[in-house]
Nanobody, 128 residues
């Protein structure tokens, strides 16, 4: 059973940056997993932010393109979400998700039900 742990959230002013991290609690490699970041603001549904698949293909929600970057470290242990030019509307709990399922249909990466493993989330608050 894969357990994911997110870190790096916090309070930042609008226009600032944060880098979120996601690791397996056991320290195992995430190399073969498709990984993604989702977020959920109060009163809203959880939404896709960005994903990286097992072959290093990356995918972004349209509203995050150019501001957010998903990446893996060289050891394939940690997945990052670099968030720049943050806006108050980016305030949400950010969740890391993973699956071993494989597809080249990018529509699956946006689908919450595609992922089998979830972290507990990390709060990001952007002040105006």
């Amino acid at each position: 059973q894969l357990q994911l742990v997110e870190s790096g959230g916090g309070l930042v002013q609008a226009g600032g940056s944060l880098r979120l991290s996601c690791e397996a609690s056991s320290g195992r490699t995430l190399r073969w997993y498709t990984m993604a970041w989702f977020r959920q603001a109060p009163g809203k549904e959880r939404e896709f932010v960005a994903g990286v698949n097992w072959s290093a293909g990356t995918y972004y929600a349209d509203s995050m393109k150019g501001r957010f970057t998903i990446s893996r470290d060289n050891a394939q242990i940690t997945v990052y979400l670099q968030m720049n030019s943050l806006k108050p509307e980016d305030t949400a709990v950010y969740y890391c998700a993973a699956t071993l399922k494989r597809t080249y249909d990018s529509r699956s990466y946006n689908d919450i039900s595609w992922y089998d493993y979830w972290g507990q989330g990390t709060q990001v608050t952007v002040s105006s």
